[in-house]
């Protein structure tokens, strides 16, 4: 009688195993390949490397700003799969005149990268800032740090004095998707 109990637990317990893993597996894949894609991850790769940032951080950066469709365009104009701005390209290309197809994939990500590797730098290396930048523009960074609203030395997603909502939200969305790609790749 009680190997009978045992064995009924063995094949229940076992069951149940390969169900969780097979649903976990499913999980996974769905992430990987509809939710946190790799799309366009051999030109973010290289341009990342190119700018000294880590490829699964631009991966987050485009999955929130464009979601991977690179013939959009916001309603402030901004372009392409990093929402790159005419000015904003044309000031990282030292180009006043030329006119730029933002909708290149190759061309909008090696901007954005560009872009990036200047906000990192301009706030020595504080990624947090930087991401901030990006959404809200340096200017207004720049002024909430003078204004003492926010701290230069930001170091979380949470429990910040960031006066945007739209910002707020906009580096917390940023964090936890590249947390997530971390996590599936």
Same mark, same amino acid.
Request: with cysteine.
């Given at each position: ?24 597996? @499913? ?18 790769? +290289?341009?990342?490397? !190119? ?19 690179? !013939?959009?365009?916001?309603?402030? +104009?901004? &372009? ?6 005419? &000015? ?10 030329? +006119? ?6 190759? @061309?909008?990500? +090696? ?23 990006? !959404? ?42 590249? !947390?997530?790609?971390?996590? @599936?790749?």
């Amino acid at each position: 009688m009680q190997k009978r109990k045992y064995y009924k637990f063995i094949v229940v317990f076992t069951i149940s195993l390969i169900f969780v893993v097979l649903i976990y597996n @499913l999980l996974i894949n769905i992430l990987r390949n509809y939710i946190f894609p790799l799309k366009y991850f051999d030109i973010i790769k +290289e341009e990342a490397i !190119n700018n000294n940032i880590d490829p699964y951080l631009i991966l987050a950066i485009i999955k929130v700003e464009s979601n991977f469709d690179k !013939n959009i365009t916001s309603v402030k +104009e901004a &372009k392409g799969l990093m929402q790159i701005m005419d &000015k904003t390209a044309n000031d990282v290309l030292k180009n006043s005149s030329e +006119e730029l197809d933002l909708y290149n994939e190759y @061309l909008n990500i +090696e901007i954005g990268c560009k872009y990036f590797r200047s906000l990192i730098s301009r706030y020595n290396g504080n990624y947090y800032l930087a991401i901030c930048a990006y !959404n809200a523009g340096l200017g207004k960074v720049d002024k909430w740090i003078q204004t003492g609203l926010i701290d230069y030395r930001l170091e979380s997603y949470k429990n910040n004095n960031i006066p945007y909502k739209e910002t707020k939200n906009y580096l917390k969305k940023v964090i936890l998707s590249y !947390n997530i790609y971390r996590f @599936l790749y």
